[in-house]
């Protein structure tokens, strides 16, 4: 059976998981009476959740007894381990883009890498039916692109395909409309080549994924790049540390669809999952035990955040989580380093806390969400940057970002960025009263930057960080300007006492809800933190007075999800995770042995 293996590269939200759903429909995998669901693909919750691609995945269809092997890759950068892993099992790449926004940044991550590692692409212009929809522009953007990541001359004469992956219809004419996905299927198997390689040579299989299934263990998803793997067969683990380890495959299977298929044994450039091989990672060579020939390991960008990963200590510890202890934290962040290359644990002089290092905020927010889901309790500190020592001179981490906005906020955005020492390196108007334009910021500048521009902007903006190296270490970046509103004793917050307080900053909490001292209830107005007592109840008297049943009208409170509460706290700060609820708090709780930040002057009133 003749065999091609592809990977999808495209921005988040441009329509990968849609375009796959249409073609797992047209290539007759699903039975008629099969119930679907949208979006087959993103089967992680937090992946349907968000609308975005975590997890690279492989399914298979089948088009005139030719299998297509599809790899959907994350669009985000911070999932950039993933891509890494994937491109290695691909003989060629679909690069699929919107017909309106053109290529973005994490587009050009992945299409770099795809370029370095000299795969063929076929270019898939998605969402034609948009009102807004600029093709030919956008056609005339990827050439642009391709030039720019210096594609070779046999690269830039790829196929193009307009498509709508919602009516699962392609042409390679954009005047004309499509009936089907034919074309698609006809370009693959016309431009993406057939996969190298010897089924009589020395076997060698590379570990490019890992899943896990509750009766057979870990799983390996691997591609055959030489000889023949059988079922039953002795076989030898060429390790990451050089040692060769003898074990016997139990089972093999292939993929087909969304299921996996029992198989005795490989054909050559097939993507398969190796059952029954204890402790078995991502990079590491199946191959033969009395002749082994490992292959070099896959090579993984290194990461640029850390965060402070800690037991709860809080005064509600326990009350909602299963696993609240630092055994059970540091299982799972064991656990998580099985499947996840691109993330590193690194432990501290203290017992109770780790630090977790990683390629973005997201990735780390994901990681920290998929825990509190799974029963956890913890508190993580504010995201630091990864610095390098090169030849005496402290180096930073530093990213190209791309930021959408209307016209009229484009001063706002210099502004906000120039604070964070950017620099700005193109602008464009569409002509369409939005502007396109590119900076080359450190990576510090970006942490709290998305949440301020939101606001700043009304929710219009729309922006996007890639990793571009390091560079010279930038000075003081300003983070947060203002204070913190913190409890400062237990109880439960009244309207009342909250009525009072919030003249004084935007509160985080509404009535009724449980703190205790050192909680953050609120972000001051001003640049100082300030104690305050949110449980006061009004005192009762017999008196009459003028003001007594003035109604209470409380302001609405902003609630922070998980990255925005990552994005706000201070040095001094923690974000308190649990099951049922995020909780913002200083380090040291009692107020009268925490350092006071931006103190008072002598002879002002403090607040009450």
């Given at each position: ?11 988040v ?15 007759g995998?699903?039975r ?6 949208d ?7 937090l992946?349907r959740?968000?609308g ?25 950068s ?7 892993r ?13 017909a ?18 000299k ?6 212009i ?6 807004d ?56 198997v ?8 010897d ?10 994924n890992?899943?896990?299934s509750?009766y ?5 998803i ?7 793997l ?14 060769l ?5 139990t ?10 298929v ?18 078995i990672?991502?990079?590491?060579t ?13 090579a ?22 299963q696993?609240?202890?630092s ?8 656990k998580?380093l ?7 644990v ?22 920290i ?7 956890f ?12 020592n ?14 959408d ?39 510090r ?24 190296g ?19 004793r237990?109880?439960?917050t ?37 104690d ?15 003001t ?19 994005e ?33 002057p ?7």
């Amino acid at each position: 059976m003749s065999i091609r293996n592809i990977a999808i590269i495209a921005h988040v939200d441009h329509g990968k998981t849609t375009l796959v759903d249409a073609m797992l429909r047209q290539s007759g995998v699903f039975r008629a009476n099969q119930e679907l669901v949208d979006r087959v693909m993103d089967s992680n919750e937090l992946e349907r959740e968000r609308g975005i691609t975590i997890l690279a995945k492989n399914t298979a269809v089948f088009y005139h007894h030719i299998k297509i092997n599809i790899v959907d890759t994350p669009g985000h950068s911070d999932f950039g381990g993933e891509v890494e892993r994937a491109l290695k099992m691909v003989d060629g790449v679909m690069l699929l883009v919107d017909a309106s926004e053109g290529p973005l940044p994490q587009t050009r991550y992945v299409l770099s890498k795809a370029l370095e590692a000299k795969l063929p692409p076929i270019v898939v212009i998605n969402k034609i039916d948009r009102p807004d929809a600029r093709p030919q522009e956008v056609l005339n953007e990827i050439y642009d692109l391709f030039i720019d990541l210096d594609a070779e001359q046999e690269q830039l004469d790829f196929p193009v395909l307009y498509t709508n992956a919602k009516l699962g219809t392609a042409t390679a004419n954009p005047k004309l409309a499509g009936q089907n996905f034919q074309p698609l299927f006809e370009s693959i198997v016309a431009t993406i080549p057939e996969p190298a390689g010897d089924p009589a040579a020395t076997l060698q299989v590379q570990v490019a994924n890992l899943d896990y299934s509750d009766y057979l263990g870990r799983l390996a998803i691997a591609r055959v790049l030489n000889g023949t793997l059988r079922t039953g067969e002795d076989v030898g683990i060429a390790k990451l540390d050089g040692s060769l380890e003898k074990v016997r495959i139990t089972k093999l299977f292939s993929f087909s669809g969304l299921q996996r298929v029992d198989i005795a044994e490989t054909e050559l450039g097939d993507i398969v999952a190796v059952a029954g091989v204890t402790g078995i990672t991502i990079g590491e060579t199946i191959t033969s035990a009395e002749n082994p020939a490992p292959l070099p390991h896959i090579a993984i960008d290194e990461p640029t955040i850390a965060m402070q990963f800690t037991v709860n200590t809080s005064p509600f510890a326990g009350r909602e989580g299963q696993y609240v202890t630092s055994r059970n934290l540091r299982e799972r962040l064991d656990k998580e380093l099985l499947t996840n290359v691109s993330i590193k644990v690194v432990e501290t002089g203290n017992m109770d806390s780790f630090q977790v290092m990683g390629r973005g905020e997201l990735q780390l927010a994901i990681l920290i969400e998929t825990m509190r889901r799974e029963g956890f309790e913890l508190m993580v500190g504010k995201p630091e940057i990864v610095t390098k020592n090169v030849h005496g001179k402290l180096m930073e981490p530093v990213e190209r970002l791309t930021v959408d906005v209307p016209e009229e906020f484009i001063g706002v955005v210099m502004e906000k960025l120039g604070m964070r020492k950017s620099e700005m390196e193109r602008m464009h108007n569409h002509g369409y009263g939005r502007v396109r334009m590119g900076f080359r910021v450190p990576s510090r500048g970006l942490i709290g930057l998305r949440s301020e521009l939101l606001t700043d902007t009304r929710g219009t903006i729309v922006m996007n960080s890639l990793f571009d190296g390091y560079t010279e270490w930038q000075g003081e970046i300003p983070h947060r300007l203002t204070g913190t509103l913190v409890a400062d004793r237990a109880g439960a917050t009244t309207a009342y006492a909250l009525w009072n307080l919030q003249e004084r900053g935007e509160l985080f909490a509404g009535p009724g809800v449980e703190v205790y001292e050192g909680m953050i209830i609120g972000e001051n107005s001003r640049d100082n933190d300030l104690d305050v007592n949110c449980v006061r109840e009004k005192k009762l008297t017999n008196m009459r007075s003028s003001t007594a049943d003035d109604a209470i009208r409380l302001v609405p409170f902003r609630t922070l999800n998980l990255e925005q509460a990552i994005e706000f706290i201070a040095d001094d700060e923690y974000v308190e995770v649990t099951p049922k609820s995020l909780r913002l708090r200083k380090k040291i709780l009692q107020s009268n042995r925490r350092p006071r930040k931006n103190a008072l002057p002598v002879g002002v009133p403090s607040q009450e």
